[in-house]
């Protein structure tokens, strides 16, 4: 396991493990906003439970009724909050794990629970919370070659959503063009649902 093969910043897989009880809309949007960071190509989205769910995201990903757990991949590494090393550009994994679920506020851990058998090193991306297609950013942008200290974030910014209204997200994002990045289906969806 670790560092056995080398891969390009191209032969890196992305893999979601589904970890939501149903495939909501929200969840939609930040799995499509990953497609567009890592391609189709590369990203691979688990644990859909069912063929309409598989159905509602093969557009973007390779998606499958399967758990990563039952995948018995070999060169891989779990994106986990808590552990001990960050991911660094000398890494060399195969496919890098992330959790797709809505973050708690203080976390609660669910990732690690949900995939504490997975064989896999772990890795952490800093001390705290992102969304998934900012940790997923985050993560190709360490795959290319920059450190996480190299990174800029910007953390528990506010969004207008109508005047003289905001609303405050309390995770990490990373700084593109000044800004934090979100997808503006995202924004528009907090809008209109108020998430």
Same mark, same amino acid.
């Not at 309409?52 to 991949?73: T, Y």
């Not at 851990?109 to 997923?136: W, Y």
């Not at 003289?164 to 649902?193: A, D, Q, T």
């Given at each position: 396991?670790?560092?056995?093969?080398? #891969?390009?910043?191209?032969?890196?897989?992305?893999?979601?493990?589904?970890?939501?009880?149903?495939?909501?809309?929200?969840?939609?949007?930040?799995?499509?906003?990953?497609?567009?960071? !890592? &391609?189709?190509? %590369?990203?691979?989205?688990?644990?859909?439970?069912?063929?309409? #769910? !598989? *159905?509602?995201?093969? &557009?973007?990903?390779?998606?499958?009724?399967?758990?990563?757990?039952?995948? %018995?991949? *070999? #060169?891989?590494?779990?994106?986990?909050?808590?552990?001990?090393?960050?991911?660094?550009?000398?890494?060399?994994?195969?496919?890098?794990?992330?959790?797709?679920?809505?973050?708690?506020?203080?976390?609660?851990?669910?990732?690690?629970?949900?995939?504490?058998?997975?064989?896999?090193?772990?890795?952490?991306?800093?001390?705290?919370?992102?969304?998934?297609? %900012?940790?997923?950013?985050?993560?190709?942008?360490?795959?290319?070659?920059?450190?996480?200290?190299?990174?800029?974030?910007?953390? %528990?910014?506010?969004?207008?959503?109508?005047?003289?209204?905001?609303? #405050?997200?309390?995770?990490?994002?990373?700084?593109?063009? &000044?800004?934090?990045?979100?997808?503006?289906?995202?924004?528009?969806?907090?809008?209109?649902?108020?998430?």
């Amino acid at each position: 396991m670790g560092n056995s093969t080398t #891969n390009s910043p191209n032969t890196t897989k992305y893999i979601i493990e589904h970890l939501e009880d149903e495939v909501y809309e929200w969840c939609i949007i930040e799995y499509g906003s990953i497609s567009n960071i !890592v &391609g189709k190509e %590369n990203l691979i989205i688990t644990n859909l439970k069912t063929k309409e #769910n !598989v *159905q509602k995201l093969s &557009g973007i990903a390779d998606a499958r009724i399967e758990s990563v757990l039952k995948m %018995n991949l *070999q #060169n891989t590494c779990l994106l986990d909050m808590d552990a001990e090393k960050e991911l660094s550009p000398d890494d060399n994994f195969g496919y890098l794990v992330f959790g797709g679920i809505l973050g708690d506020n203080p976390p609660k851990k669910r990732t690690i629970k949900f995939l504490a058998s997975l064989e896999a090193e772990k890795r952490h991306l800093g001390k705290m919370q992102m969304s998934t297609d %900012n940790a997923v950013l985050t993560a190709s942008m360490i795959v290319k070659g920059k450190k996480l200290s190299e990174i800029k974030f910007i953390d %528990n910014p506010s969004f207008p959503v109508e005047e003289g209204l905001e609303v #405050n997200l309390p995770y990490r994002f990373v700084e593109v063009n &000044g800004k934090p990045f979100i997808s503006k289906e995202l924004l528009e969806h907090i809008k209109k649902s108020g998430f």
